[in-house]
């Protein structure tokens, strides 16, 4: 008697095939996602000069006021003038974003309105991925892949943890690092050329008179004030 199993079989291999289907990352990304926007302000300057008028030094303090500015956010100067006056007018306002710690650089722009800077405000913000994350099935994995757990909490802690959204999306112009003072202070001490330090002097909370030490002191050498001289 011949027994036919094919019905049988191919039901039983396609449920088979379902349960054990490859897994692909895209499925359930662990991935941060930063979004940003950008906005331009702009500060005026008494013609031919870097000096920031009274009116102007209030518009910025009211946009850190208002937090139209922060800390956080990606700020560039960029100024009108002869190269020489128009790093003088971004180092005024970058002097006055330095007092509420935001951190300015130049920006690269080639056209400026005259007697103003441009303030170039980019704020990013980070969504973190959703962790933990175990949306492959680990009961049937012949793959050897990575799960779908894998780099969830690295991902969630960077995405926490960082200063400056905006350095995740773009990373820093470099500026040159001024390796003079290091390299100067090696060769002082190679040279036996290192300046010591100042003497220490005296507390000057130390009583020159009176009692304690320093009366005791006087007495025993015969010098106080009350002393006959010979």
């Known amino acids: 008697m011949t027994f036919r199993l094919?019905?049988?079989?191919?039901?039983?291999?396609?449920?088979?095939?379902?349960?054990?289907?490859?897994?692909?990352?895209?499925?359930?990304?662990?991935?941060?996602?930063?979004?940003?926007?950008?906005?331009?302000?702009?500060?005026?300057?008494?013609a031919g000069s870097s000096y920031l008028p009274p009116a102007e030094l209030r518009k910025i303090d009211q946009w850190v006021l208002s937090g139209s500015i922060r800390p956080a956010d990606r700020?560039?100067?960029?100024?009108?003038?002869?190269?020489?006056?128009?790093?003088?007018?971004?180092?005024?306002?970058?002097?006055?974003l330095l007092r509420y710690g935001i951190v300015a650089?130049?920006?690269p722009i080639d056209i400026v309105p005259a007697n103003r800077a441009v303030v170039s405000i980019a704020r990013y913000a980070v969504t973190l991925p959703t962790c933990p994350n175990w949306s492959q099935s680990l009961r049937y994995?012949?793959?050897?892949a990575l799960s779908s757990n894998y780099g969830c909490a690295n991902a969630t802690n960077l995405g926490?943890?960082?200063?400056?959204?905006?350095?995740?999306?773009?990373?820093?112009?470099?500026?040159?690092?001024?390796?003079?003072?290091?390299?100067?202070?090696?060769?002082?001490?190679?040279?036996?050329?290192?300046?010591?330090?100042?003497?220490?002097?005296?507390?000057?909370?130390a009583s020159s008179g009176g009692g304690g030490d320093s009366g005791g002191g006087a007495a025993a050498g015969g010098g106080g004030p009350g002393a006959a001289t010979p």
């Open 6 to 46: 094919f019905p049988l079989a191919v039901p039983l291999m396609l449920g088979l095939a379902a349960c054990v289907a490859e897994y692909s990352k895209s499925e359930a990304p662990d991935e941060l996602r930063v979004n940003g926007t950008e906005s331009r302000r702009e500060v005026a300057f008494i």
């Open 75 to 96: 700020v560039q100067i960029a100024a009108a003038g002869p190269p020489g006056l128009a790093e003088q007018r971004a180092a005024a306002i970058s002097s006055e």
């Open 105 to 107: 650089t130049a920006l």
């Open 141 to 144: 994995e012949f793959t050897n």
């Open 160 to 205: 926490l943890m960082v200063a400056s959204p905006a350095d995740l999306a773009s990373g820093r112009p470099f500026t040159g690092i001024d390796g003079q003072p290091a390299v100067g202070a090696v060769q002082n001490y190679l040279n036996d050329k290192v300046k010591k330090p100042q003497a220490p002097t005296a507390s000057p909370f």
